[in-house]
């Protein structure tokens, strides 16, 4: 059971008393883009959602299908994500949404995490690309010392 469904032990901790859900994040940031959109304040379509996760189209889409599976919690980002529950039904949900797109052939998951791996939005976000072939995994530009 999920943060959704565990409304009995969401508690008023911290010195914010922002409200927590099981696994210690806080439910939900103000100033979080993609809180809002969880809270339906962006009409952000979602094209699957359950108690834990939501999954809508990237504005930029970098491919045919390029689809964002997010926590509803504001988790800020891999980094920080200690709980496998959550962790096995945001995966759970990425394949949902392969399958849900007909990316039989074969899609991508980037997870972009923190600073250095390209992490724009501060609220944990697995993108599911497809629908091209999409090529090497990494620009060959750079070797792996940066050089
Ligand atoms: P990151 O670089 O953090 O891994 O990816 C953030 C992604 O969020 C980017 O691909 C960007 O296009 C997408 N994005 C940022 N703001 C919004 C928004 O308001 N709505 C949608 N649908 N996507 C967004
Ligand atoms: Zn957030």
């Keep these: 059971m999920g943060v959704w469904g565990q409304g009995i032990?969401?508690?008023l901790v911290g010195p914010c008393?922002?409200?927590?859900?099981?696994s210690g994040h806080p439910l939900t940031m103000d100033d979080c883009i993609f809180c809002r959109i969880v809270a339906g304040e962006m009409a952000t379509d979602f094209i699957r959602e359950d108690t834990w996760t939501v999954a809508f189209r990237d504005l930029h889409p970098q491919?045919?299908?390029?689809?964002?599976v997010i926590p509803r919690q504001h988790v800020p980002s891999l980094w920080?994500?200690?709980d496998g529950e959550?962790?096995?039904r945001i995966l759970s949900a990425a394949a949902a949404v392969a399958r849900q797109e007909g990316l039989e052939s074969g899609w991508r998951l980037i997870v972009n995490t923190r600073s250095d791996g390209g992490q724009e939005v501060d609220h944990l976000h697995l993108?599911?690309?497809g629908g091209r072939p999409l090529g090497p995994m990494l620009s060959s530009s750079r070797n792996a010392k940066g050089a």
């Design 127 to 129: 993108h599911v690309i």
């Design 86 to 88: 959550l962790a096995g």
């Design 9 to 11: 032990l969401v508690s």
């Design 63 to 68: 491919a045919p299908s390029h689809v964002l």
């Design 17 to 22: 008393s922002a409200l927590r859900g099981p």
């Design 80 to 82: 920080e994500l200690d």
